[in-house]
């Protein structure tokens, strides 16, 4: 059973930066294009950013420009990389695979941007 442990939200004040990461055991990391996916209060699980086994990426308008998506094959970590943070991007952040398919997905870690 794959385990994804999300860590390195917070609180931030518009304008400012987070850097995330996701540890993934139990599966062949290398293998997957993984994502970030978010999901804010009352609102659906939206992707992010995905990356895919070769590190082609691709991002959601409402954040492109400002998070970079990364990963460490070796260490089998995924990476988001928040700049420029907006109080529209407060949302409990999960890593998964492209598809949102590996099962049971990880607690997500809480950022927050407000001042």
């Known amino acids: 059973q794959v385990q994804l442990v999300e860590s390195g939200g917070g609180l931030v004040q518009p304008g400012g930066s987070l850097s995330l990461s996701c540890t993934a055991s139990?599966?062949?990391?290398?293998?997957?294009?993984m994502a970030w996916y978010r999901q804010a209060p009352g609102k659906q699980r939206e992707l992010v950013a995905s990356?895919?086994?070769?590190?082609?990426?691709n991002y959601a308008d409402s954040v492109k420009g400002r998070f970079t998506i990364s990963r460490d094959n070796a260490e089998k970590m995924l990476y988001l990389q928040m700049n420029n943070l907006k109080p529209e991007d407060t949302a409990v952040y999960y890593c998964?695979?492209?598809?949102?398919?590996?099962?049971?997905w990880g607690q997500g870690t809480q950022v927050t941007v407000s001042s």
């Open positions: 139990k599966i062949m990391f290398s293998f997957y294009a």
């Open positions: 998964n695979d492209a598809g949102g398919t590996m099962t049971p």
């Open positions: 990356i895919s086994r070769g590190g082609h990426t």
